[in-house]
Structure formats: structure tokens, C-alpha cells
């Protein structure tokens, strides 16, 4: 594959995240739910290693730092799942 295709693929991915960042933005404006706001930090951090990976012309092995943004988003992911679920658990009633 040519750097040319390459670097277009990329600008599409990147395309990708920040529009799917903008979605659960919408979402998150309109039911005030953190878990979108979440989703929508997620996908931009997502945005941001995709266009960094591919505009920084850095040896493969020496551009591993680039993929801690990754790290972080599929973290926030998880924590905000893991923050809804508990937040939304109810304690259990009384039975009559």
C-alpha cells in the first residue's frame, strides 16, 4: 500500500472517530447521561492516536508512547460502564 492510500485511510478512520465522538455527544446533550459524555471523549482520544500515528513520521518500533491515548480511551470506556452499572444497581427491597 502506498503512503498516499495509507495516510487517506487513516484521514477516513480518523473521519470515523470524531464524527462517532459527536454522536454521543448529541446524546449526551440531550439526556445530561455521563456514559455518553464518555463515549464521546473516548472516540475523540481515539481520533487523536489515529491522526497522531499518521502524521508523525516516526520509526514503528520508537511510536509505542502514541498508543497509551488508545489505552486511555478504551479505559474511560470501561470505567464509565462500570460507573453506570453501579450507579443504576438498585439496593434490593423489602419483600411483603
Not at 446524546?27 to 447521561?33: C, I, L, Q, R, V
Not at 500515528?53 to 508512547?65: G, K, L, P, Q
Amino acid at each position: 500500500m502506498s503512503a498516499v492510500t495509507s495516510h487517506f485511510i487513516s484521514g477516513l478512520i480518523t473521519m470515523g472517530f470524531l464524527i462517532a465522538g459527536l454522536f454521543f455527544l448529541r446524546f449526551w446533550t440531550k439526556s445530561w447521561d455521563l456514559l455518553f459524555a464518555a463515549f464521546a471523549a473516548a472516540f475523540w482520544l481515539l481520533a487523536a492516536n489515529q491522526a497522531l500515528v499518521a502524521m508523525i513520521d516516526v520509526a514503528r518500533e520508537e511510536r509505542s508512547w502514541l498508543y497509551l491515548l488508545r489505552v486511555a480511551a478504551f479505559a474511560l470506556i470501561i470505567a464509565a460502564v462500570v460507573w453506570k452499572n453501579r450507579s443504576s444497581a438498585k439496593p434490593p427491597g423489602r419483600s411483603h
